[in-house]
């Protein structure tokens, strides 16, 4: 029982550490830009009010959808892509590591 109960466990811990050592690929079209908060559906990139598209998604550093109106009072190094109206319609919240590399080592071309 302790042996079963130790493997799930290393299972486990080997796992979450392969999932934390994922690279997001981005897209060729993402761009990088600085975000803050607006009143929804609106987000400010580099000072600018954009609208975030009808299905539009932010994720995390850990890579998990973020609801927009619960990011508050704080600005975002981000990765973004636009839909053809202009919109955006994808945010990736960067973490330190992927706010420093360039972002053309990021793409996935």
Same mark, same amino acid.
């Given at each position: 029982?302790?042996?079963?109960?130790?493997? =799930?466990?290393?299972?486990?811990?080997?796992? &979450?550490?392969?999932?934390? $050592?994922? @690279?997001? +690929?981005? +897209? +060729?079209?993402?761009?990088?830009? &600085?975000? !803050?908060?607006?009143?929804?559906? $609106? =987000?400010?990139? #580099?000072? /600018?009010?954009? %609208?975030?598209?009808?299905?539009? !998604? =932010?994720?995390? /550093? #850990?890579?998990? =959808?973020?609801?927009?109106?619960?990011?508050? #009072?704080? /600005?975002?190094?981000? %990765?973004?892509?636009? %839909?053809? /109206?202009? #919109?955006? @319609?994808?945010?990736?919240?960067?973490?330190? @590591?992927?706010? !420093?590399?360039?972002? *053309? *080592?990021?793409?996935?071309?």
């Amino acid at each position: 029982m302790w042996t079963q109960r130790f493997l =799930i466990g290393f299972l486990f811990a080997v796992t &979450t550490l392969a999932a934390q $050592a994922f @690279d997001r +690929p981005f +897209p +060729p079209a993402a761009k990088r830009g &600085t975000m !803050s908060p607006a009143r929804y559906p $609106a =987000i400010m990139i #580099d000072g /600018e009010t954009r %609208n975030l598209s009808a299905g539009a !998604s =932010i994720r995390n /550093e #850990d890579n998990l =959808i973020e609801q927009a109106v619960y990011l508050r #009072d704080t /600005e975002f190094v981000v %990765n973004y892509t636009e %839909n053809l /109206e202009g #919109d955006i @319609d994808r945010v990736w919240i960067l973490s330190k @590591d992927e706010a !420093s590399r360039p972002l *053309s *080592s990021q793409k996935n071309n």
